[in-house]
C-alpha cells in the first residue's frame, strides 16, 4: 500500500512555526501594549498650540509673576480657573493709540511688553476684549470625566504646583508633563511626603516660600533626604488623615 | 529648532544638562494637538526603553539632544507615526474662561441665591438655589424661611427640571388661517398695544383674563393696573385644584375669607378629617405642616411624649398611614362624623342638625373618646379638614376648633383677599358662560389650561373656540395653548424677577438664577432671543405700563409698599433679597389673629346638610366618586417632568398612570383585580381605565387622581394615563356619585412594590408607645445557643436576631482596626418620623443625576431611584378565618381588614444603600468595582465596573441599580430624540451604538443635561450604581474643613441630599465616630435597629422602630409586643435559645399583605 502524499513535507513544520509564531505574537503583543497603551505614553507631553501666544515661561518665569495672580481660585475651589480676559487686560489694557505700545503695563526690566500688543499671536486676545467673548483655549490637563480631581485640597495640605506640573515657569507653551494615570496620583497619596511643603519658615532666616514658587520648591523636593525628614513632619501635622487611597476619595 | 540639529549624529556634540532647558517650540506648528513625537515618547520608560535598545547612548540621554536623537527615532516606529493621527488621541477640549470674571463667581463652587416658588391656589415656599457658574441645577428649602426651614417637598424638588425642560415653548407663535407663524415678541408687544387699546371704547368690556390662583403683590397690582384702566374687564383667577369650601367655610365661620394655616408643632392631639395636609402639597397643607408633625413625634427616651394623630377619612393619604388610629368612612358619612364630635365639643355649632342625630355604624369610641382626647388636650388639640368636604363641615370645624382654643394656637385662620378669596369654580364658570353668551371677545390666559381642566359640562373647548382672540402664556405646548390664536412661551420661575407671600405672611422677592432660556429666531434675522417672558412682563405689555423690566415692575410694587425710601429701602431691598424674605415679614400674617366663630351661622349652615343613606352591600351602580389631585403630578402642571412621572405614588407604589381605586372587596365584587380595566360612569360620561385595589378604603368608593391623560405637554407626558377631568363637572369637583362596571381589556401597571421586596422578616418594626414606656429602657443580656453573650434592647427583640445566634464576626480580630479613621458616616432613619412623602427620592434624583428610565422599563424592574421608600401594610390578626377577604395571597398570608378596611396600618420605611461594614456585594465583585472606604462607606467605582450583576445578586437590601440601558443619555421618556427616524429600521434604539446615538441626537438633549449635578459622574449602560451617602458632599466638606483648618468635622457640617430635603428630619446622617453627634446618639438609642442585621452585614444606616400612640378606647395597646406568637416565617428552631417568653418580637402582629402586580395576578 502506498501512501498518497496528502500533506507536502512542510506541512510538518506548521505545529512548530505556529508555536513559536503564536507565542512571539502573544509576546509581542503583551509587550506593546503594556508598553504603549498607558497615559504615560498618550498623554504625557500633549502640548496643543493655543490660540493666544502666551508664554508661561515669561510671566511666571522671566516676570516671576505669582501662579495665583491668574489662577486666582486655585486655593479655594477644586478648578484652577483659567483667568478671564479682563485678568489680561489688567496689565495690557492701555495701548498708546499713536506708538501702538502698551503704556502701562511695564516689564521688570523697565522695557515696555508692547512686542507683544502688535504680535500677531495676541489677535484673539485683542478681539476677545473688544468684543466681550471668550478666549477659546485648549484644554491640556484633562481628566477623564469619572475622576474628580480638587486643586484646594491638594494646595491647602502643601503639594506645591510643581508636583503635577513640573516646571511650569520654563514652558512657553504649556504640555501636560505628567501622565496623571491613577498609578501616578497613588505614588504620592501613598507617600505624600515626598511632595508636601511647608510655605513658612523653611529658608534660611525663616523665610516663607511660596508655594508657587517653583525653582526653590523644585530644590527643596530634589533634595530628598532633607524633604523626607520635612515631609513626614508635615504629614503628622498637617493630615489629620491620611492622604484616601479608597475609590471614592477620586470617584464618584 | 534647525534642521541640522536632528541629525543624530550630533547628538554626542549637546551637553547633556540637568535643568531641563526651555524648549523651542515655535516650530511645532504641524498638528494642533501634538506638539511633536518626540515629546510624546519623552518619559522614563520610553527612555528605559532605549537605554535597553541603545545601551551607548544611554549616558546621552538628557536635555536636548536626547529629544532631537529621540525624536528621529520615533519617526520610525509605526505605531507611534500613527498616533500622530489627531483621530488617534484624544478630542480638543475647549475651555472657555469669562471675559470679564463676575462677582463672587468661584468656578467650581457653586452659589446659592434666595428665591421663591409660587404655590398653586395661594401661599409660597422659601428656597435656596444651588447654581454652577449661573446654572441652577438644584433646589433647597431655604433654611431661614419661615415655611421651608431648610426642608422641601417633591414639587420644589422636581422644579429644577421644569426648568431645563426641552419641551418648553421656545417662542411666540400666531395663528394665521389655522397655520401657526412665529412671532417675535417686539411684535406681541406691538400687538398687544394696539389690540388692548379698542377696550378703551369698551371699558373692558369683552375682555377676559384667566389667570392662576398666586399669592402675588406684584401680579395683584397689575391686575389693580388692568381694572383701573378697563373697570369692566374679567378678572378670574382659576386653579383646577382648589380649595374653595376653605373658603365657603370660613365665610360661613367668621363673615369673611380665610386660609387655614396650622401650627402642628404645638399640637398634641391631631385629628385629621379627609384631609391630604401631610403629603406638603394642595389644600393648603405646607413643608411646615410636615416639619411640625414630625417634631411631635420626637421620641429619644421612655419618657417623652408623643402627638397622637387621629384620621378620619376614605382614601388612604399620607396622614392616614401616620396615623395612630385610622377610621376609613364615605366621604358621605363624614359630614356626619363631624357633626356627632361637634356635638360632644361644641354643642352649640350643631344644634337641631339632623347630622348629629344620623345613624352612623361606627364605634362610638370614635366620638366620645376622641372628643375627650381633644378636649383634654385644650389649646393643644388641632382639627384638620380636607378639601373634599363640603363648606359646612369646614365651618363646622372652625368651630370646634374655636371649642378646643386651638384657634390662635395651633391653627390660625388668616383672611384672604383679592385672588385668593375667588373661587375657581365661580370664575371658571363665569368665564364660560360669557363665552357662551359671545360677551368674550378676547381671552388671555396665563398659566392655566382650561381647555385641559376645566369642569367638563361646560364645554369649555368649544366655547373657548368661539373665542376671537385668544391669548396663553404658559410653558408648554399644551391643550390651551393648541386652541388660542396667541401661544407665548412663558419664563420659569427660576429665570425672571416676581414676588410671592408665603402662607404666614412672609414676602418674599423670587430671583431669577439663569437668563431665560431660548433660541434665536431663525425667521427674524435681528438674531433678538425669543425667550419666554412672565406674567408680569405679559401683563405690563397688555396694559402699557410704562415699566417693561420685571425687576422694575417688581421693585415699584415693593417700593410702593414700603414705608422706606432711598438707602434705607435699597438696604432693605437687598437683605429681602439675601434672606430669600423680607426681614420681620415671618409670621406677620398670624400675629393676632383670633377670629371668633359665628355660631349661629355655623348653626344655619349645618341645617343645609342631609343625613347619609344608611350602609348597605356594595351597589355597584350606586358607588361615591373622589377625585384628588395625583401625588405626583398634582392638577397635571408637572406631566412633562421624568422625575415625578416616574416618581410612585406613596401609597399604591404606581408610576407612570393614574388608575381608578377601590377597595379590595369592591373590587373583588366586579370579580376583578389589578390591571383590569372598568368603565367609571359619573354624570352620564363614561370613562374606562384600569383598576387598583388599595387596602384601607371604605368600599363602595372608586378614587380617581387628576393630572394624567395629558394630550399636549410634551414628550414625556403626552398620552400618560387617563384624563379623569372628563367626568368632573363643577357640580362635583371633589365628589360625586357614579357607577362602575367591568370593561374589556386589560392594561399594564408599572408598579415599583413589585420590585426590591424583602419578604417575611421583620425589616419594619413598630410598637405602641406603651410598650416603648414599659421596655424601652431594658437591655436583654442573655446567652445564645453557642454560650456567647447577646445584648438585645428594644429594636433588636423584634426581629430574627432575638433567636439567632449573637452576631460574632470569624475576622473579629482584623475588623478591629478596619475602622480607625476619625470619620465613620452613618445615617439613622427614624421610622417614627418617616411620612412617606418621597422628598428624599426626589432630591436624591436631582442631586445624583439618577436617570429617568420609562414606564416600560420600571415594569422590569428597572427603575433607578437609589433610595426607594417601601410600603408595608399591616393589620390586627386575631384570628384569621374572621379575614373579610379571602383572595389568593400565596404565602403571605390573608388580608384581615374589616368590612371599610379601618384596622389596616401603613409603615413607611426609606430605604437607601446599608452601607454595610461587611458588605456581601464586595465579596461577589470580580473586579474590585465596589470596596470600602476606611470611612465607612461602600464604594462604587463606576469606571471599573464590567456590569456582571452579582453584586446586585448578593446584596440582601437590594438597592443596587443597574444602567441596562445608557439612560442617562436618553430623552425623558426613555425614548432616544432621534428615535422616530429610526423606527423601522431598526428594532429599538438601545441597539445604537452610544455614540452614534449621541449624533443622533446631538444638541436636542443638551438642554436637560443642563441639570446635571457637576460633581457627580453621569453613569453609563453597563454599569452599577447605587446610594453613595452622596460622598461628593462628603469630599466638599473634607476640604472643606482642612481649607478652613478646623481640627475634625463638626457634626451637621454638611447634610447628604435625602436628610437635607426630609421635611420631619427623619434622617439624620453624620460621623458615627463622634460620640456628641445626632447620629450616633441616635444610634445608641434602644429603638435603633439594623435591617437583616442577624446577617452581621453590620449596616451603617440604622433604623428606629416606629412607634404608635393609639387611643386605648379605640384599639387595645400592647405592652408587650415580644411575645411568643406564630408569624415568626424566617427562624427555625435551631435558632431558638431558652428565653422566648421576653426575647421574642410577634411578627404575627405585623402581616404583610401580598405583593400586588403590575399585570393583575399576585406574586
Given at each position: 500500500m ?6 507536502p513535507k ?8 505556529g508555536?513559536?509564531g503564536g507565542?512571539s505574537?502573544?509576546i509581542?503583543v503583551?509587550?506593546?501594549v ?10 504625557v507631553?500633549?502640548?496643543p ?5 502666551f508664554s ?12 495665583r ?6 486655593e ?15 496689565c495690557?489694557?492701555v495701548?498708546?493709540e ?7 503695563a511695564v ?8 512686542v507683544?500688543?502688535?504680535n ?11 468684543a ?12 477623564p ?5 480638587n486643586h ?16 511650569i ?10 501622565s496623571?494615570?491613577?498609578g501616578?496620583?497613588l ?11 511647608d ?9 516663607t ?14 533634595d ?11 504629614v503628622?501635622k ?5 492622604p484616601?487611597?479608597?475609590c ?5 | ?6 541629525c543624530?549624529?550630533s547628538v554626542?556634540?549637546?551637553p547633556?544638562?540637568?535643568e531641563?532647558e ?8 504641524g ?15 520610553f527612555?528605559e526603553?532605549?537605554e ?8 546621552e540621554l538628557a ?10 527615532m520615533a519617526?520610525?516606529i ?12 484624544r ?15 468661584i468656578?467650581g ?5 434666595g428665591t421663591?416658588?409660587?404655590?398653586p391656589?395661594g ?19 431655604n433654611?431661614?424661611h ?12 422636581a422644579?429644577?427640571l421644569?426648568?431645563y ?5 421656545v417662542q ?16 406681541i ?6 389690540h ?10 369683552g ?7 398666586v399669592?402675588s ?9 388692568i ?6 374687564a374679567?378678572?378670574?383667577?382659576y386653579?383646577?385644584i ?10 360661613i365661620?367668621?363673615?369673611?375669607p380665610?386660609?387655614t ?8 392631639r ?15 397643607a405646607?413643608?411646615?405642616?410636615q ?11 421612655t ?6 394623630l387621629y ?5 388612604m393619604?399620607?396622614a ?9 368612612l ?11 364630635l ?9 344644634a ?7 345613624e ?5 369610641a ?18 384638620i379638614?380636607?378639601a ?10 372652625a ?27 365661580e370664575?371658571i364658570?363665569?368665564?364660560?358662560r360669557?363665552m ?9 390666559t396665563i398659566?392655566?389650561?382650561?381647555v385641559y381642566d376645566?369642569?367638563v ?6 366655547r ?29 420661575f427660576?429665570?425672571s424677577?416676581g ?7 412672609a414676602?418674599?422677592v ?8 431660548g433660541?434665536v429666531n431663525?425667521e ?7 425667550h419666554?417672558?412672565t406674567?408680569?412682563e ?11 423690566d ?15 425710601s432711598?438707602?434705607?429701602?435699597e ?10 424674605f423680607e ?7 398670624l ?11 355655623v ?7 342631609r ?14 366618586v ?9 392638577d ?12 410612585p ?5 404606581v408610576t407612570?398612570d393614574?388608575?381608578?381605586?377601590v ?15 372598568i368603565d367609571v360612569?359619573?354624570d ?5 381605565l384600569?383598576i387598583?385595589r388599595?387596602?384601607g ?6 378614587v ?16 400618560v394615563?387617563?384624563n ?27 408598579c415599583?412594590q413589585t ?10 418594626r413598630?410598637?405602641?408607645l ?10 436583654i443580656?442573655?446567652?445564645d445557643h453557642?454560650g ?23 475576622y ?10 476619625r470619620?465613620?458616616?452613618?445615617m439613622?432613619i427614624?421610622?417614627n418620623?418617616c ?9 436624591c ?13 420600571v415594569n ?7 433610595i ?8 390586627q ?19 384581615t ?9 401603613v ?7 446599608q ?7 464586595e465579596t ?8 470600602h472606604?476606611?470611612e465607612?462607606?461602600?464604594d ?13 445578586n ?8 443597574f ?6 443619555t436618553?430623552?425623558?421618556d426613555?425614548?432616544y ?5 429610526l ?6 434604539a438601545d ?8 449624533k443622533i ?5 443638551e ?31 473634607r476640604?472643606?474643613?482642612?481649607t ?13 441630599a435625602?436628610?437635607?430635603a426630609c421635611?420631619t ?18 444610634r445608641?438609642?434602644h429603638?435603633?435597629y ?18 404608635r ?11 408587650d ?14 435558632t431558638?435559645?431558652?428565653?422566648h417568653?421576653?426575647g421574642h ?10 405583593v400586588l402586580?403590575s399585570?393583575?395576578?399576585l406574586?
Open positions: 502506498t501512501h498518497t502524499a496528502l500533506f512542510w506541512t510538518n513544520s506548521i505545529p512548530t512555526v508555536a513559536v507565542v505574537t502573544l509581542v503583551v509587550a506593546v503594556w508598553y504603549w497603551f498607558t497615559p504615560s505614553f498618550w498623554e507631553g500633549y502640548m498650540t493655543q490660540p493666544v501666544a508661561h515661561q515669561l510671566h511666571a518665569g522671566t516676570l516671576a509673576m505669582d501662579c495672580y491668574c489662577h486666582t481660585n486655585v479655594e475651589s477644586k478648578h484652577a480657573n483659567i483667568p478671564a480676559t479682563s485678568t489680561c487686560m489688567n495690557h489694557t495701548v498708546n499713536t506708538t501702538g505700545y502698551l503704556a502701562k516689564s521688570l526690566d523697565g522695557v515696555s511688553p508692547s507683544h500688543w502688535a500677531e499671536g495676541l489677535a484673539i486676545l485683542r478681539e476677545s476684549h473688544a466681550e467673548l471668550p478666549v477659546p483655549w485648549r484644554r491640556v490637563h484633562k481628566l470625566d469619572y475622576v474628580q480631581f484646594a485640597a491638594h494646595l491647602n495640605a502643601g503639594v506645591s504646583c510643581y508636583s503635577c506640573h513640573q516646571r515657569d520654563t514652558m512657553p507653551v504649556v504640555f501636560q508633563s505628567q496623571l494615570a491613577m501616578w496620583c505614588e504620592c497619596h501613598r507617600a505624600p511626603e515626598k511632595h508636601l511643603v510655605t513658612k519658615g523653611l529658608l534660611a532666616g525663616g523665610e516660600v511660596r508655594i508657587t514658587d517653583l525653582p526653590t520648591i523644585e530644590k527643596l523636593l530634589t530628598s533626604s532633607a524633604q523626607l525628614e520635612r515631609g513626614e513632619e508635615l503628622d498637617r493630615l489629620w488623615n491620611d484616601p487611597q479608597n471614592s476619595a477620586c470617584h464618584y | 529648532m534647525s534642521k541640522a540639529k536632528q543624530p549624529s554626542g556634540n549637546e547633556a544638562t540637568k531641563r526651555p524648549l523651542d517650540r515655535s516650530a511645532a506648528t498638528r494642533a494637538y501634538w506638539r511633536s513625537l518626540d515629546e510624546i515618547a519623552d518619559t522614563p520608560e527612555r526603553f532605549l535597553r535598545e541603545f545601551p551607548a547612548s544611554a549616558s536635555g536636548e539632544s536626547r529629544r532631537d536623537f529621540l525624536r528621529v519617526a520610525s509605526a505605531l507611534v507615526g500613527a498616533a500622530s493621527v489627531p483621530g488617534c488621541r478630542s480638543d477640549h475647549k475651555i472657555l474662561p469669562y471675559n470679564r470674571d463676575p462677582e463672587d463667581v468656578h463652587k457653586p452659589l446659592f441665591y421663591a416658588m409660587l404655590l391656589g401661599g409660597a415656599e422659601g428656597l435656596l438655589a444651588e447654581a454652577h457658574e449661573g446654572r441652577p441645577t438644584k433646589l433647597e428649602g433654611p431661614l419661615p415655611i421651608n426651614r431648610g426642608k422641601s417637598g417633591v414639587f420644589a424638588q422644579a429644577a421644569d426648568l425642560d426641552p419641551d418648553r415653548l411666540p407663535t400666531r395663528l394665521a388661517k389655522g397655520e401657526p407663524v412665529p412671532v417675535t415678541w417686539r411684535q408687544d406691538g400687538i398687544a398695544r394696539s388692548f387699546r379698542q377696550f378703551d371704547l369698551t371699558n373692558g368690556r375682555l377676559a383674563f384667566l389667570v392662576s390662583k399669592s403683590p406684584t401680579r395683584d397690582a397689575m391686575r389693580n393696573r381694572l383701573e384702566r378697563w373697570p369692566e374679567k378678572w378670574l383667577p386653579e383646577p382648589d380649595n374653595e369650601a376653605e373658603l365657603d367655610g370660613t365665610r365661620a367668621f363673615g369673611r380665610c386660609r394655616v396650622h401650627a402642628i408643632e404645638k399640637a398634641r391631631i385629628l385629621s378629617i379627609e384631609s391630604d395636609w401631610l403629603s406638603g402639597y394642595g389644600d393648603g405646607s413643608i411646615a405642616d416639619r411640625g408633625f414630625g417634631a411631635g413625634r420626637t421620641v429619644t427616651d419618657h417623652d411624649d408623643m402627638s397622637r384620621a378620619v377619612e376614605s382614601m393619604t399620607l392616614g398611614a401616620s396615623a395612630d388610629n385610622r377610621l376609613a364615605k366621604p358621605s358619612e363624614i359630614p356626619a362624623y363631624v357633626a356627632k361637634a356635638g360632644r365639643i361644641a354643642p352649640d355649632a350643631v337641631g342638625s339632623d347630622l348629629a342625630g344620623a352612623l355604624d361606627i364605634d362610638s370614635w366620638i366620645e373618646s376622641v372628643a375627650a382626647d381633644l378636649l383634654a388636650h385644650r389649646g393643644a388639640s388641632v382639627v379638614v380636607g373634599s368636604q363640603p363648606a359646612e363641615v369646614h365651618g363646622l370645624v368651630a370646634i376648633n374655636s371649642a378646643l382654643g386651638a384657634i390662635g394656637e395651633t391653627v390660625h385662620y388668616v383672611s384672604v383677599e383679592g385672588d385668593e378669596a375667588a373661587s375657581s369654580l370664575s364658570r363665569t368665564l364660560s360669557d357662551k353668551a359671545g360677551r368674550v371677545e378676547t381671552l388671555v398659566d392655566t389650561n382650561p376645566a369642569p359640562e361646560l364645554d369649555f373647548a368649544e373657548h373656540a368661539k373665542v376671537k382672540t385668544t391669548m396663553h402664556l404658559s410653558l408648554h405646548f399644551n391643550e390651551t395653548a393648541a386652541a388660542s390664536t396667541y401661544r407665548l412661551n412663558k419664563a420659569h427660576l429665570e424677577w414676588d410671592a407671600v408665603a402662607a404666614d405672611g414676602r418674599s423670587i430671583q431669577p438664577m439663569v437668563e431665560p432660556l433660541y431663525a427674524h434675522s435681528d438674531e433678538e432671543v425669543q419666554g417672558r406674567d408680569l405679559f401683563l405690563a405689555m397688555i396694559v402699557d405700563d410704562e415699566l417693561r420685571p425687576f422694575e415692575i417688581v421693585r415699584r410694587t415693593w417700593g410702593n409698599a414700603s414705608s422706606l432711598g438707602e434705607a429701602f438696604k432693605r431691598w437687598r437683605q429681602t433679597l439675601h434672606d430669600g426681614p420681620g415679614s415671618a409670621g406677620s400674617a400675629r393676632g389673629n383670633r377670629a371668633r366663630v359665628r355660631t349661629n351661622e348653626v344655619q349652615a349645618m341645617g343645609r346638610l343625613a347619609p343613606a344608611a350602609r348597605s352591600a356594595i351597589d355597584l351602580s350606586d358607588v361615591e373622589l377625585f384628588r389631585p395625583s401625588a405626583t403630578l398634582f397635571g402642571r408637572y406631566a412633562n417632568n421624568g422625575w415625578l412621572q416616574e416618581l405614588d406613596p401609597m399604591s407604589k407612570w393614574n388608575p381608578a381605586i377597595s379590595p372587596a369592591t373590587a373583588k365584587a366586579m370579580g376583578l383585580v389589578e390591571g383590569a380595566m360612569t359619573v352620564g360620561r363614561t370613562l374606562t384600569p387598583w388599595q387596602p378604603l371604605p368600599d363602595g368608593l372608586v380617581l387622581e387628576l393630572g394624567y391623560g395629558r394630550e399636549r405637554v410634551g414628550r414625556v407626558g403626552d398620552g394615563g387617563f379623569t377631568y372628563k367626568l368632573r363637572t363643577g357640580g362635583a369637583l371633589r365628589r360625586g356619585t357614579g357607577k362602575i362596571a367591568a370593561a374589556v381589556g386589560e392594561f399594564t401597571i408599572a415599583v420590585h426590591w421586596a424583602m419578604e417575611g422578616r421583620a425589616l419594619v413598630e410598637a405602641d406603651v410598650a416603648w414606656q414599659k421596655h424601652g429602657d431594658e437591655v443580656v442573655d446567652q453557642y456567647r453573650e447577646r445584648r438585645l434592647d428594644f429594636g433588636d427583640r423584634f426581629g430574627v436576631e432575638s433567636h439567632s445566634p449573637a452576631i460574632v464576626d470569624i473579629e480580630d482584623d475588623q478591629e482596626h478596619h475602622y480607625t479613621n470619620l465613620q458616616w452613618a439613622s427614624d421610622l418620623k411620612i412617606g412623602c418621597a422628598a428624599c427620592t426626589i432630591a434624583q436631582a442631586e445624583n443625576n439618577i436617570p429617568v428610565v420609562g414606564k416600560d422599563q422590569r424592574g428597572r427603575e433607578m431611584h437609589w426607594r421608600i417601601d410600603r408595608y401594610y399591616a393589620s390578626v386575631s384570628d384569621p378565618s374572621e379575614a373579610g377577604f379571602e383572595g389568593d395571597f400565596g404565602d403571605a398570608g390573608p388580608y381588614g374589616g368590612r371599610t378596611g379601618d384596622d389596616v396600618d409603615l413607611m420605611m426609606p430605604v437607601p444603600c452601607q454595610c461594614e461587611n458588605a456581601p456585594c461577589v465583585c470580580p473586579v474590585n468595582a465596589t470596596v472606604s476606611p465607612g462607606l461602600n462604587m467605582a463606576y469606571n471599573r465596573c464590567i456590569g456582571t450583576r452579582y453584586c446586585a448578593n446584596c440582601p437590601y437590594k438597592v443596587r441599580r444602567n441596562f440601558f445608557d439612560y442617562a436618553k430623552r425623558l426613555g425614548d430624540v432621534g428615535k422616530e427616524a423606527d423601522g429600521v431598526v428594532p429599538s441597539y445604537i451604538p452610544p455614540r452614534l446615538r449621541q441626537d446631538e444638541g436636542k438633549d438642554l436637560q443635561t443642563m441639570q446635571y449635578n457637576p460633581d457627580v459622574t453621569v453613569r453609563e449602560r453597563g454599569v452599577m450604581e447605587k446610594c453613595t451617602y452622596c460622598v461628593q458632599r462628603i469630599n466638599e466638606a476640604v472643606e474643613v482642612k478652613r483648618g478646623l481640627e475634625g468635622m463638626p457634626d451637621g457640617f454638611f447634610e447628604t435625602c436628610q437635607q421635611p428630619e427623619a434622617i439624620v446622617f453624620g460621623n458615627k465616630s463622634d460620640e456628641n453627634s445626632r447620629v450616633s446618639q441616635q445608641e438609642n429603638r435603633s439594623g435591617m437583616l442585621s442577624y446577617l452581621s452585614t453590620k449596616p451603617r444606616t440604622t433604623y428606629m422602630v416606629k412607634l400612640n393609639p387611643n386605648p378606647a379605640i384599639r387595645a395597646t400592647h405592652e409586643p415580644f411575645h411568643h406568637g406564630g408569624g415568626h416565617e424566617t427562624h427555625s428552631d435551631e431558638h435559645t431558652g428565653n417568653d421576653d418580637a410577634d411578627a404575627g402582629v405585623i402581616l404583610r399583605l401580598p402586580t399585570t393583575g395576578g406574586a
